[in-house]
């Protein structure tokens, strides 16, 4: 495959949102996850959109994976608060999701709730995740721009076990979605990363102590616009 993907997403009369993949070699047809990061003007009101939305979601093939808060940040902006991760069979299977009728009106409860977002589909990376549902954990997000190569990831995930610390999610951004407004030129939802890594322990104590050791600090310096957050975990 050499050749760049793109589908679009009818949201209104007026709207159309274009996901499109960065480079030539991703395929929109395989298993992507959505990683949405919220600036949230009501928390209780974006909760109960969760609510409404999740049924939808299911009936797609796709699956909610973690939601979180942000409650201490190590690195980086203070622009975003909570992180949301969905995995989607496919990005025709978030098509489906946002072209419904149901989704379109309940997506009104969304932008009230909602300051600013950050939006990107990721492709999930081959390294070993440990799956686990526990809210009790603590969790820890790191997302840059920039790429490492597999040896130089696998080098952190293989230090992190020292720690007691392992890896959730890895995934880098595969494609990008815009906004087309009738005959103007589409424009990019932002993401502010091209890679992320999700961690989790028993304690911060223990992930505290994993990203100051001097070879994860050696990996941030060879990104941009690192960020490092401690999140809580609701889902």
Known sequence: MNSFQEVSCKVSRDKTLLIKTKTGNVSLDKEVFAVNWFVTKNKTLYNFYNLLAVKSVYKVGARPIFKGEIVKKILGSDQQNMLLIVKYPSVKSFKNLIEKLYFKLISVI????????????????????????????????????GEHTSATKKIVIDLASRYQVKLFY??????????????????????????????????????????????????IAQTSNSYLGILDRSL
């Open 110 to 145: 969304r932008i009230k709730a909602v300051k600013d977002f950050n939006f990107g589909f990721t492709t999930k990376n081959n390294f070993k995740a440990s799956k686990t549902k526990d809210t009790t954990k603590k969790y820890a997000v790191h997302h840059y721009s």
């Open 170 to 219: 890895s995934g880098s951004v595969s494609s990008l979605v815009h906004i087309k407004n009738k005959d103007k030129n589409p424009k990019q939802i932002p993401c502010n990363m091209d890679e992320i890594l999700l961690w989790y322990s028993d304690s911060e104590e223990s992930i505290m102590a994993f990203i100051e050791n001097k070879s994860y600090k050696e990996f």
